[in-house]
Every structure is written in structure tokens, then in C-alpha cells.
């Protein structure tokens, strides 16, 4: 945001390691970073070489690419402190590794969420051929457990290998990754759109008032069942991630009400009830 420049790769001395930069406007090296304008990293004990990175909001810099653990790459990440430093904060040590399967995994490209989430994405090696490979991280280094249940995607795209190059994030939350497939005998453009959906929700409860919402995930309607015959509802309304109303119709069925969100785009909204008890928000997620 001060205009300085950041870059980042990997620097090559008994083996390769992490490395960023930062330059003044000028061309000249920013002293202020790690007190030479260079920050390197060594994450495993072989080879770890940064490929692409992000700046976050609060000016922390995200560095990923792949690390040497054991005999086979991994999926890595490195997250500094604006002043060069590692941010103890990210995985308790700056540094986090992911492993897909039992050979190569090699992130490519980084791109963060609105919340902060981080998602890597690359390959990883099936044994036989390379497969698209999408991790998601809290903003602590940890898996995302509510991404595909365990954090990380690998997406089957054509006979042979299979190399996701980049990522980026839709303004719903959808995230992109481009690449190429090879067919068997040439290198085809290869895209792939993954929701940003939790995926093992199935109902919320509020059991305080004996009121339950589902399902969750949701297509086309949200039920609103009310178990206790005193409970009343007053409005129902939905609102999404910036805090704009998008619905607040609904239908009554017996002692349930019926939510129509049919029209609403694929993401992450608020749903408000309102009861002549209690007022209540619970996040709902509408997949399509």
C-alpha cells in the first residue's frame, strides 16, 4: 500500500530456500525489511522454492511454492511480518507444509479470500500422472477443515498430467484454477471452478428456542421448523456478506416456514429470524 515492491522466489546456496525482497520506489533495496531488504527462509532440510505470492490487508506477505519433505515435494507456505520478520502467528513457526498423496505436490499460485482464508493451488502426483491440487488455510497456517472436509481438493482433468498453474477468487467466493491437461498427445487450456462451500453442515439448531433451520447447504429453499408452539415468527430476512438485504419472503407449512432462495447466487449469507421470543443469525450457505 506504500507503493514499495515485493518479490519473491527462492535463493540458491547448499540448497534452495524461500526468499522475498523488498525494494523502495526507487530501485533501491528497503533496509527496513529483515535489515538488508532480503528475508530467505529454509523450511526443510532439501530443496524449497517460492513461486508466487500475496499481500494481505495488514501488510503480511504470503510466499508459496513447494518444499523437499522426506523424498517428495509438498505443497508450502511462508507468511512475514511486513518488517521482514517470520510471523510466528502462521502455523506457530511462519511455515506450514501440506502433503496430498505420496509423491510430488507443488503449489503454484496463491490468492486470499475475503475472510482471510488462504488457498494454494498446483499438482499433485497420483503416482501415475499430476492432478489439479487446491488447498484452503485458516488465517492461523491450519487447514481449512470445512474445505472438501480436509482442506485440499486434487481434481482429475484429462488421460495424462493434469498442472493448475494459477488461482484466483471470484467475487462470490468461487475459486478458479487455470492450467493445462494433456489429452495423450498435446498440452490442452484447462480450467476447473471449485465452490467455497462448507460441506459437512446438515442442520443449525438453536435449541435454546426450540427452532431449526435446514438444510444447510441449501438450492433452492431454507425450512425454518418451529417446535415449540409459542414461538412465533415475526420477519425472516437474509443478507449477504456486505450486509445487503437479498430476501425476506416466506411461505408457512404447518409449524415450518419455507424460505425461497432459488434466485440467490452460490455463497455464504446471514440468515435473521426474528420471533416474538428471540432474535437469531445463523449463517446459511446456498449451493448451486
Known sequence: SDSKIVVGGFSIGSNQDFAVLRYNTNGSLDVTFDGDGMAITPIGTGDDSGG????????????VGESVVGANDNFAAVRYNSNGSLDLTFDTDGKVTTAFGTADDKAKSVALLSD??????????????????????????????????????????????????????????????????NNGSNNDFAVAR??????????????????????????????????NASNEVNSVTITDFLGKEVSRSFTKNGNDLIVAVDDLCTGIYMLNVKTNITSISKKVIIAK
Open 52 to 63: 508466487s505470492l500475496a499481500i494481505q490487508s495488514d501488510g503480511k506477505i504470503v510466499l
Open 116 to 181: 482471510g482464508r488462504i488457498v494454494l493451488a498446483g499438482n499433485s502426483n497420483n503416482g501415475l500422472n499430476n492432478d489439479f491440487a487446491v488447498a484452503c488455510y485458516n488465517t492461523n497456517g491450519s487447514l481449512d477443515l470445512t474445505f472438501d472436509t480436509d482442506g485440499k481438493v486434487t481434481t482429475v482433468i484429462g488421460a495424462a498430467a493434469d498442472i493448475g498453474s494459477a488461482v484466483a477468487i471470484q467475487s462470490d467466493g468461487k475459486i478458479v484454477v487455470a492450467g493445462y491437461s
Open 194 to 227: 471449485y465452490h467455497n462451500l462448507t460441506t459437512n453442515i446438515n442442520s443449525i439448531t438453536s435449541d435454546n428456542y426450540n427452532l431449526f433451520i435446514y438444510p444447510n447447504p441449501a438450492i433452492n429453499f431454507l425450512n425454518i421448523s418451529l417446535k
